[in-house]
């Protein structure tokens, strides 16, 4: 009796491995966006810090989605015609 034959438990680690993703993302796009945008860390944002973290998360979130819609597509069609396309 094997961990895989259990599908609610792959299920299970399915998407506990997707927020974990997702937290490291979310880790990632702080830093990336601090180093970017905090030039003088003060006790609140001014208008230009806050637009400068709204586009950099922004422009994070659409990157990491199309990342990882071709890393699905990559999957799905290497399912399909696995050797065929040797990128």
């Not at 993703?21 to 003088?40: A, G, I, N, S, Y």
């Not at 586009?55 to 979130?61: G, L, Q, S």
Request: overall charge negative.
């Amino acid at each position: 009796y094997g961990a895989t034959s259990d599908p609610q438990l792959q299920q299970f680690i399915e998407v506990e491995s997707q927020k974990q993703r997702f937290q490291q993302l979310v880790h990632q796009m702080t830093e990336v966006c601090w180093e970017k945008c905090m030039d003088k860390p003060g006790p609140k944002l001014d208008s230009r810090t806050e637009v400068c973290f709204v586009n950099c998360v922004e422009r994070f979130i659409d990157t990491s989605q199309f990342i990882l819609n071709r890393l699905e597509q990559t999957q799905r069609s290497r399912g399909s015609f696995s050797e065929s396309m040797s990128d």
